[in-house]
């Protein structure tokens, strides 16, 4: 048999080329160029054994589509077929660079895209979520060929770091000096704020009492600041849209503030840690702080004689004593104290068993001795016998109550262990308000997965890491898998008994209280909550509270199409 093929239908002398084959069932010829680039007409006749006899050239194939026939940038020439005639072009997938000449087999990914092992080559492109971490080799005529991760990362989609490596706003070296630095940066700063605030304990707290209301101004403006960065530490996690760089690396350095205290020390430099070690570290902030202001308040309950002793004996601090413990009884703030709450007194001065009756009788004595007491002790209705506030601190600063319970100066004990308990509850609330927001984004990241392609992880690639879903925050980290499933129970917990039970309680509290929550009592407990804002919103502060934590966490779940709109909606709410 002749065979002869060529580039062109009408087989010019100095365009085909010719070859004999005695092979009665296949011939095997060498193309110039290959099929997907440009067609190639074959015909075909068979040969007799005299030179002479030869049959007529067969019909020549059919044209077929080349990839020069589709557009240069948004199509491909599909070639799964076997039949040439059955090629046609394809739109390029989602995350490919189609250049001239590309084919299923030969497309590369653009920019900042991953090529999915697992997934088919009509799908095997997914964007990277860290911008520089995945490459492509381009060069002036094109991709050349050359894909894959940049030193230092690995894992799926380029998002892990190597051992050696640290994620700031993409992987960089780990160096000891940057390690030690940083670690003694803040150890340093820690153990300046202990000497000071053990070495000026006293003089802390006489300005504390001398100007109160201006350090609860000076707290509640660096808890907004607070606030706002958290707010902006998670923007490129909740916002897909191309950060600078330089700020991603800003938010990198004050990450503090969302107590990934772990990363900014440079832990992960020292020993492997993955997400699940962050929100265990979260998780346990909590139950530390409350640990720590238990041992503090212990402490200073214990030591409280020395600030009895200094109340006893200066008539300054013994009357504005007797003011706040008159708060402290008057729960319904009547400005008056009468019977039951002259019996819950008693029950403050260890007089437990002390009755009704008794503390109507000692009320009544100290009526007697007020230079307005008139009293008639023959009157029945125990409503009409009352001590208003000055009758009441005038009997306490001059020691009649003193006298008359037996107790001493207990009261004045009484007074200071009140005052710390509402210090530290107030402290430790505070805290619990700024640290929410950072523990419950971790508890709602734990929950955030990335599907690369899982529904082709069956395809039997067998890889150094498995297909699938991935956390976002921790891609070395698959979801619904073995590392996963062990450490959920701890993240149910932290949601349950911190993310959701804190402010539950909290709103639990202040509905309770809602008709009270101005009086004197309420507000030295609780008063912290609400007291910043006008009657009528005593809840703006846990408002504010779940508005966070939509804009740092459960806005992950939201599509992306419609997340920047929620948000502007959120923050305006």
């Not at 240069?72 to 799964?80: A, D, E």
């Not at 894992?155 to 003694?184: E, N």
């Not at 001065?349 to 002790?377: D, F, P, W, Y």
């Amino acid at each position: 048999y002749d065979v002869q093929y060529s580039n062109s239908p009408e087989f010019p002398e100095d365009k085909r080329t010719e070859q004999r084959t005695v092979n009665t069932t296949k011939a095997v010829i060498a193309l110039n160029n290959p099929t997907s680039e440009a067609v190639t007409y074959i015909r075909i006749r068979g040969i007799g054994n005299n030179k002479d006899e030869a049959s007529v050239w067969s019909l020549i194939n059919e044209k077929w589509i080349t990839a020069e026939d589709c557009d240069r940038l948004t199509q491909y020439l599909n070639t799964t077929s076997t039949q040439p005639t059955e090629w046609k072009c394809n739109s390029c997938p989602r995350g490919a660079a189609c250049e001239s000449k590309s084919t299923l087999y030969n497309l590369f990914p653009q920019p900042d895209h991953w090529r999915v092992p697992w997934a088919p080559f009509e799908n095997q492109f997914e964007k990277c979520p860290f911008i520089g971490d995945c490459y492509v080799n381009i060069s002036t005529n094109g991709i050349d060929g050359t894909d894959g991760c940049v030193n230092g990362t690995t894992g799926p989609l380029c998002a892990v770091c190597q051992d050696g490596f640290i994620r700031r706003s993409r992987c960089v070296v780990c160096t000891d000096a940057d390690v030690a630095a940083r670690v003694a940066g803040v150890s340093t700063m820690f153990l300046i704020f202990l000497i000071v605030l053990c070495s000026q304990r006293a003089r802390l707290r006489r300005l504390h009492r001398k100007y109160g209301a201006l350090w609860r101004d000076i707290v509640r403006i660096i808890t907004i600041n607070i606030s706002f960065m958290q707010i902006n530490a998670s923007l490129p996690s909740i916002l897909d849209i191309e950060w600078p760089e330089s700020y991603l690396a800003f938010l990198a350095e004050v990450d503090f503030v969302n107590l990934d205290v772990l990363t900014v020390l440079g832990m992960p430099c020292v020993t492997p840690m993955d997400f699940r070690l962050s929100v265990a570290v979260a998780g346990l902030a909590p139950l530390c702080i409350a640990f720590v202001a238990c041992l503090m308040y212990c402490h200073r309950r214990c030591n409280t004689r020395k600030a009895t002793d200094l109340v006893i004996h200066d008539k300054t601090l013994r009357r504005e004593a007797a003011q706040y413990l008159f708060d402290v009884l008057d729960v319904e703030e009547s400005q008056t104290i009468d019977c039951e709450e002259f019996q819950h007194l008693l029950t403050f001065l260890g007089h437990r068993n002390s009755s009704k009756e008794k503390a109507m009788n000692l009320l009544e004595t100290i009526l007697e001795h007020s230079s307005s007491g008139n009293v008639n002790r023959n009157n029945k209705n125990n409503n009409d016998k009352e001590l208003s506030r000055d009758q009441f601190l005038n009997a306490v600063t001059n020691g009649e109550i003193e006298g008359l319970t037996h107790s001493g100066n207990k009261w004045v004990e009484v007074v200071e262990r009140e005052r710390v308990f509402t210090s530290y509850l107030a402290g430790v609330l505070l805290v619990f308000f700024l640290i929410h927001a950072p523990v419950s984004q971790r508890v709602f990241y734990y929950f955030d997965r990335h599907d690369v392609k899982s529904k082709y992880s069956h395809n039997g690639w067998n890889g150094t890491f498995t297909s699938g879903k991935y956390l976002r925050s921790d891609y070395s980290i698959q979801y619904g898998a073995g590392k996963w499933n062990a450490f959920l129970p701890i993240t149910l917990l932290i949601l349950l008994f911190f993310v959701l039970g804190f402010p539950l309680i909290i709103v639990i509290v202040l509905f309770r209280n809602r008709h009270h929550l101005h009086s004197a009592y309420n507000r030295r407990r609780l008063g912290f909550i609400y007291k910043p804002f006008v009657v009528g919103a005593e809840f703006w502060e846990l408002h504010e509270v779940f508005r966070k934590m939509m804009l740092t966490s459960i806005l992950i779940f939201v599509p992306t199409t419609t997340r920047t709109a929620i948000a502007i909606l959120i923050c305006v709410l």
